[in-house]
């Protein structure tokens, strides 16, 4: 996931030059619903999927409909490097919104430490990093880690039992769809070859292939963990920002970024003696 999920910051930093955001939205949900079509009709699934249509479409509208919107305008004016570590806030916005569920993963005190010193490193990030006129970026961002935060509490309290290939191509049909008439008056009228195969790895990996493993991941660790896999996200989206954008590497990476790997380790440990809310019996404390 850390992989599928690491590239993606790169490669939409790339699409956006040449793509209206929200052509890139379309560009990432269509092909990826096309492809997975095929696998739901081989799994017989399409009966699932009517039948949790709702959430389904509410799964898609939280977690790519607008969150990868505003993703992508943030993007135009504040570097790929950022934007990622800004999304490693999107555990603690996890948290708050399970305690809204009937279901929620326990919060020990190891974890709690970890999702505050993960906390305080986004702070330090985005407080020394901070520049005149990109607050309204930044907080384009922090709508989206409210996206993040519920899109994975829907998949484990709502869809938990449907196939993941119908979630996935009916969420990323549904927004397709959505775009289509704004679109038809933003449609580029030159796209370049760099651009165009960025879309196609984000459509393809980053969106089919990861909400694919994204959805095995909720059930296998629970809602509320799986989302701290954004922490690992940062390392390697830092990475190809300040190599392959050649973004600069600030003092507020320099300070915030050890935070939160710290974070990530502790956040991911699971009390002793209590069960996660994918249902394990966590007798030992891991880290996954």
């Known amino acids: ?88 806030a999107v555990p603690l916005f996890s948290v708050i919104a399970g305690r809204f569920s009937s279901t929620h993963e326990p919060i020990g005190t190891r974890r709690l430490m970890g999702l505050f010193a993960g906390a305080i490193g986004v702070a330090l990030l985005v407080g020394l990093d901070l520049k005149g006129g990109s607050i309204t970026w930044i907080g384009l961002m922090l709508i989206v880690c409210v996206g993040y935060a519920i899109g994975p509490l829907i998949l484990a309290t709502k869809l938990r039992g449907v196939p993941g290939p119908a979630v996935v191509c009916g969420a990323a049909g549904v927004v397709a769809l959505g775009w289509i008439p704004y679109d038809l008056f933003h449609w580029p009228t030159h796209v370049s070859s760099e651009t165009w195969t960025s879309v196609a790895i984000l459509s393809i990996f980053c969106t089919a292939g990861a909400f694919l493993v994204f959805h095995e991941l909720i059930k296998e660790a629970g809602s509320s963990r799986s989302v701290v896999v954004v922490y690992s996200n940062t390392a390697i989206a830092v990475l190809l920002g300040v190599i392959g954008l050649h973004e600069p590497f600030t003092v507020g990476i320099a300070l915030g970024f050890p935070l939160i790997v710290l974070g990530s380790y502790l956040a991911t440990s699971v009390a002793r003696g209590v069960k996660d809310d994918a249902g394990r019996d966590a007798n030992l404390a891991v880290h996954e």
């Open 1 to 88: 996931m850390a992989v599928l999920w690491g590239i993606p910051y790169l490669l939409i930093r790339v699409a956006v030059r040449q793509l209206d955001p929200g052509v890139l939205v379309l560009a990432r949900t269509a092909p990826a619903s096309l492809l997975l079509m095929p696998v739901v009709t081989h799994q017989k699934a399409w009966p699932a999927l009517v039948k949790n249509f709702k959430w389904i479409i509410l799964f898609g509208v939280v977690e790519f409909g607008i969150p990868w919107y505003l993703m992508s305008t943030a993007e135009r004016h504040i570097t790929s490097s950022l934007t990622s570590l800004i999304i490693c």
